[in-house]
């Protein structure tokens, strides 16, 4: 069974900085590709990822509203995955969830190619 939990979110002024971190199960790293979506307040949840990660050779991919500024990364000694994310900017404000994919970054994260359980997500609030 799937299990993801994602954890590090916060309020932050605009140009702060969190770390989101998403504990995940040794068998769910086991999947092609990991990776981030959000849902904005009064929105549905992005179809499309933010940023994504293939698995077997940790090519990443980025929406364009936020290349240069968040990355992606893996712990898997810890079977965790990071989104740290920089310069933040009162748009990046949603809940944040981690997911995986049958995919690769690309698919996933473009064409909104997941599989699993969503979790609860964790809040992001960027704000003055």
Request: overall charge neutral.
């Amino acid at each position: 069974q799937v299990q993801l939990v994602e954890s590090g979110g916060g309020l932050v002024q605009p140009g702060g900085s969190l770390r989101l971190s998403c504990t995940a199960s040794a068998f769910t790293l086991n999947y092609t590709a990991i990776g981030w979506f959000r849902q904005a307040p009064g929105e549905d949840r992005d179809r499309k990822g933010v940023s994504c990660m293939t698995h077997w050779d940790g090519s990443t991919y980025y929406v364009d509203s936020v290349k240069g500024r968040f990355t992606i990364s893996r712990d898997n000694a810890k079977n965790m995955v990071y989104l740290q994310m920089n310069s933040l900017k009162p748009e990046d404000t949603a809940v944040y969830y981690c997911i995986t994919s049958p995919g690769t970054a690309q698919l996933m994260c473009n064409m909104g190619l997941v599989f699993g359980h969503w979790g609860q997500g964790t809040q992001v609030t960027v704000s003055a």
